[in-house]
């Protein structure tokens, strides 16, 4: 089963000491001993090394922090006779600790005293110096101080000897995904095994960020790089990193010069984490309603240079764009500025560009979906233009969205890095995916909208009937789902149980654009139609119905028109 956990609600830095993030307490361990989940949460076995023949009365610590609950609590667990040195609880082999002292030193009391009173010190200023600051301040309430930083790790290494470091888990690639959401994962995941103190601070690297957290006596790590996504492949070949970061999937020559490490694009090392939709935003007082992609690419490019030639008033155009790691858009990134980019662009930062939209008649400029201010949002498309929404960008039936993916290598070289993937395509990792601005892959319906560019046949079908948050995309001549099919699939599933929904109820409507004859393209419908079926009954699931429409309703881009949507029957 998933475990939900409170979201953070952000990362503060500091060049000084480490930022602790606040969380809830997490629940320790609800899984049955000897058992980790699959990614629908169900059980299946763990193979963990049996050490025999320990020494009885021997005293340890379970590290098995990810699954086990006394790992968690740190509980002292001692073994007398000839028993396994293992924990009782997961079987885990245990890490041995030396026998307690029975009174503790002058040194350490003292020591402990003085972290008290630093601390009770520390907590009375912050707390009568905190009205008024900001919420997300609350974050860094307990944590700014060096020295009560410094004592703890003193009194730490009095207590347990030196305070170890221990990187679970290393990310590197697109800042994308690296500057904003990466570390929040990085801490929910922390807080989700029960780690404590979590904390954000700067890596021994340019663009690394350290996310840290406390397990009893030892100190783990997150490690986020942030590079390009081409730094984070090449760090993943020569094993800096254990997670790739991108914004594309990977391309056949990225697979091969990393197939060293295995087959890179399968479910096993392949995961979608999120998607990422970006809008055309102009000013709110621009007539304009819709773009096509070739519009705004010649806009971009320099090509049309006033309103006028798009059918509006007459006005100049004045392009903006974003660059670099502030969270903005490029548009090379995402297919608009492959022809270059008008010599006359703004250049601005991220967070600036809805505001300059705003008192900018004839602006333009991209920015991720959320965050357009109180400007304008065009459509995109020709005929059946289609606005961005939450709806259009999780089924990529608008044009401009992009994936969020992370690679691992298939050995599991590190094998935190299976476990961390698998939580962030969970319930709870999406609930994260969510908070930091992103759509994240949960399944949810609403009703479906009727157009006016839907056929007839179609229109019937779907009357009152629900539009499920998931449209599965097959490549031409596929002979399986991609990654985010085969995981959707799974969700869709657990989604129609959880829900108590009658699988009779689910509609599959295919539609595809091969450029041929109208058979050619109910037949490309129909094989994806048997794919997505086959892979929905495979998790218990069988669709009522299951029609392939051919190319009765295309969407921008021919390569988003191999597509197999859901719906919900009225019940």
Not at 56 to 82: L, M
Not at 124 to 148: D, V
Not at 288 to 295: D, E, F
Request: with cysteine.
């Amino acid at each position: 089963m998933d475990v939900t956990v409170s979201k953070p609600q952000g990362l503060a830095e500091s060049t000084h000491a480490p930022t602790h993030l606040k969380a809830d307490a997490v629940p320790p361990c609800p899984l049955p001993e000897q058992h980790v989940p699959d990614r629908l949460g169900r059980a299946a076995n763990l193979a963990v090394p049996i050490p025999r023949g320990s020494l009885p009365g021997q005293r340890g610590r379970c590290r098995n922090v990810e699954y086990c609950g006394k790992a968690v609590s740190q509980k002292v667990i001692t073994i007398s006779g000839d028993g396994e040195f293992v924990c009782p609880k997961c079987g885990y082999s245990l890490h041995a600790i030396s026998a307690p002292a029975h009174r503790r030193s002058r040194t350490s009391l003292a020591l402990l005293a003085a972290v008290v009173a630093l601390s009770a010190a520390a907590l009375a200023y912050k707390l009568t110096s905190y009205s008024g600051s900001s919420p997300g301040s609350f974050w860094t309430l307990f944590s700014s101080s060096p020295t009560r930083a410094a004592m703890q790790d003193a009194l730490l290494a009095e207590q347990h000897g030196p305070a170890a470091r221990s990187v679970l888990l290393r990310l590197a690639g697109s800042d994308v995904i690296g500057a904003r959401l990466a570390p929040r994962l990085a801490a929910s995941y922390l807080s989700n095994i029960g780690s404590t103190d979590i904390a954000a601070r700067p890596g021994a690297a340019e663009g690394q960020t350290e996310i840290v957290s406390q397990q009893g006596s030892q100190r783990d790590a997150i490690v986020v790089t942030l590079n390009s996504t081409a730094a984070g492949y090449s760090m993943l070949g020569r094993r800096t990193a254990d997670i790739a970061m991108s914004t594309t999937r990977m391309s056949p020559a990225d697979a091969e010069r990393l197939s060293s490490l295995g087959a890179m694009t399968g479910p096993a090392t392949e995961a979608v984490i999120g998607l990422q939709g970006i809008v055309v935003a102009v000013n709110p007082a621009n007539p304009t309603m819709s773009l096509t992609l070739p519009q705004l690419r010649n806009i971009f490019s320099g090509r049309i240079t006033d309103w006028s030639e798009l059918g509006g008033a007459r006005g100049p155009v004045h392009v903006y764009v974003s660059q670099g790691r502030d969270g903005g858009i490029a548009p090379q990134e995402v297919g608009i500025g492959q022809d270059g980019i008008t010599a006359t662009a703004a250049w601005a930062t991220a967070d600036a560009i809805p505001a300059a939209l705003a008192s900018d008649r004839g602006g333009i400029g991209l920015v991720p979906f959320g965050h357009s201010g109180s400007a304008k949002v065009l459509a995109l498309g020709g005929r059946g233009a289609v606005a961005p929404s939450r709806l259009t960008i999780a089924t990529e039936s608008y044009p401009l969205v992009r994936r969020l993916y992370l690679y691992a290598a298939p050995d599991a070289n590190s094998p935190v890095a299976r476990r961390f993937l698998d939580w962030v395509t969970s319930s709870a990792g999406q609930q994260v995916v969510e908070a930091a601005g992103f759509v994240p892959l949960t399944i949810r319906a609403e009703a479906a909208t009727i157009s006016n560019t839907m056929s007839e046949r179609l229109r019937r079908v779907i009357a009152s009937a629900s539009r499920v948050s998931v449209d599965f995309h097959v490549q031409p001549g596929a002979k399986e789902l991609d990654d985010r099919g085969t995981r959707d699939a799974e969700r869709l599933a657990a989604y129609v149980m959880s829900q108590g929904i009658g699988p009779t109820r689910l509609i599959l409507a295919s539609f595809t654009d091969t450029g041929g004859t109208p058979q050619a393209n109910q037949a490309a419908a129909q094989h994806q139609i048997e794919l997505v079926r086959a892979a929905l009954t495979r998790e218990g699931v069988v669709p009522g119905q299951a029609i392939a429409f051919g190319n009765d309703l295309l969407v921008a881009g021919r390569e988003r028109n191999g597509r197999v949507e859901v719906y919900l029957a009225p019940q």
